[in-house]
């Protein structure tokens, strides 16, 4: 059965702490995702991944950074964490080898609070 | 700019009639288009991927067509079931690299 795993459930952390949100798949996907989501303003792309060590920004980079350093890790960062980053946060992997597309398979998600 | 809109935040049925969602996009020429199911506090779980070339699709009870010229799709569940209950999300990808943006949502609720 595939799988996407993220570290946390439930988060809660200090405004202006470093927060890792860690997020692993067995699926040796090509692609991984990391959302944001907000009631009324649904999932919002932050940062997405095709390979190893390559990244693009999403919608809502600001005050994030992410790390791929194997295939099946991708790491969201908030650098100094702030409370408006209070949010479910949701992984996702998708297999994209080629341009072909195919199905997101997503975490169960975190909830960070930020206090 | 590119934007997805799902034609509502909710949307109520009796059980046993169709539900019908719409998913209408601007800016974008995909080559799929997705839909997801997510019940509160979990994550989205695919449910049908449909192609350009395809109009239409079924998997049981659901349905989706694809109309390019009028960049819109629309989600069908047939003998909707209280169990259906639950926000439904069209995907679309904006580049060849598989970037995938979501609409915001339609909320499902069937009642008895």
């Known amino acids: 059965d595939v799988k996407v795993t993220q570290s946390s459930r439930y988060l809660v952390k200090r405004t202006g702490e470093k927060v890792f949100l860690e997020c692993v798949q067995d699926?040796?996907?090509?692609?991984m995702f990391w959302y944001r989501q907000d009631p009324g303003l649904g999932l919002r792309l932050i940062y997405f991944?095709?390979?190893?060590?390559?990244?693009e920004k999403g919608d809502i980079p600001e005050g994030y950074s992410v790390s791929r350093e194997k295939k099946e890790r991708f790491s969201l960062i908030l650098e100094s964490a702030s409370t408006n980053q209070t949010s479910m946060y949701l992984c996702a992997s998708s297999l994209g080898a080629g341009g072909i597309s195919a199905e997101a398979f997503f975490g169960q998600g975190t909830r960070l609070t930020v206090v | 700019s590119q934007k997805i809109e799902q034609n509502s935040e909710a949307l109520n049925i009796q059980e046993g009639k169709t539900a019908t969602l719409t998913c209408n996009y601007t800016n974008y020429s995909p080559a799929y288009l997705q839909w997801y199911r997510q019940d509160p506090g979990r994550g989205p779980v695919f449910l049908l991927l449909?192609?350009?070339?395809?109009k239409e699709k079924r998997k049981e009870r659901l349905k989706v067509t694809f109309d390019t010229t009028l960049k819109q799709s629309l989600f069908h569940i047939t003998a909707s079931q209280p169990a259906d209950s639950a926000t439904y999300l069209c995907a679309l990808e904006s580049s060849t690299l598989g970037r995938l943006y979501f609409g915001r949502g339609t909320q499902l609720t069937v009642w008895p």
């Open positions: 699926m040796d996907h090509e692609n």
């Open positions: 991944s095709y390979d190893v060590k390559m990244k």
């Open positions: 449909i192609r350009e070339n395809e």
